[in-house]
């Protein structure tokens, strides 16, 4: 049984940076697809970054430009850097992986204060 495990997350004020991890129990080359989603208060919960084996990257626009998705597979652990944080980035971060099917970290709350 795969699990994932996020850390990194926490209060920042509006303009600071984090750096998510999501450390897998296994190697990470075996899924095709890795990704973090948030949720936060009373919506749904949202892609924010993907990362493809071939090393694909897709973002929200939301997160452009400001968000960094990367992996070391000698670590099996997936990160999520985080730039020029806003207070609508506030939510419970979520690391998710796909093989033949989909596994889910327990999530990390972030903060960003204004």
């Known amino acids: 049984q795969v699990q994932l495990v996020e850390s990194g997350g926490g209060l920042v004020q509006a303009g600071g940076s984090l750096r998510l991890s999501c450390a897998a129990s296994g190697s990470i080359l075996t899924f095709n697809v890795m990704g973090w989603y948030r949720q936060a208060p009373g919506k749904q919960r949202e892609l924010v970054a993907k990362?493809?084996?071939?090393?694909?990257?897709n973002f929200a626009d939301s997160v452009k430009g400001r968000f960094a998705i990367s992996r070391d597979n000698a670590k099996n652990t997936m990160y999520l850097q985080m730039n020029s944080l806003k207070p609508e980035d506030t939510a419970v971060y979520y690391c998710?992986?796909?093989?033949?099917?989909?596994?889910w970290g327990q999530g990390t709350q972030v903060t960003v204060s204004s």
């Open positions: 990362l493809t084996r071939g090393g694909t990257t």
């Open positions: 998710q992986a796909t093989s033949w099917r989909e596994y």
